[in-house]
């Protein structure tokens, strides 16, 4: 059984009615209950805070490379000490 936290919940748009995927199972968003609402807003938020935060991880990997290549290419010339 999946951890709660991993599960996918997703919110899409079916026949123009928000439609809550959690696990298995379907929720009408309309059906929800005002805190329930609240959460799901909470989910969709942290969620694209994660995504932002994975692409900036990314980013931030790719610079590192780039930096270790041009380091690499700057001490092609110089004689490493021995050890």
């Known amino acids: 059984m999946q ?12 026949a123009q009615q928000p439609v809550l995927t959690l696990g ?5 968003i309309d059906s929800l209950s005002d805190q ?3 959460m799901v807003q ?3 938020v942290a969620e694209a805070q994660l995504r932002m935060a ?3 991880l990314n980013v931030m990997k790719v610079a590192r490379q780039s930096m270790l290549n041009q380091l690499q290419e700057a ?9």
């Open 3 to 14: 951890n709660q936290s991993t599960r996918k919940h997703f919110v899409t748009d079916s």
């Open 24 to 28: 298995d199972k379907k929720y009408a």
């Open 36 to 38: 329930a609402k609240e």
């Open 42 to 44: 909470g989910l969709q």
């Open 54 to 56: 994975q692409d900036k």
């Open 75 to 83: 001490l092609k010339d110089v004689q490493p000490v021995s050890g």
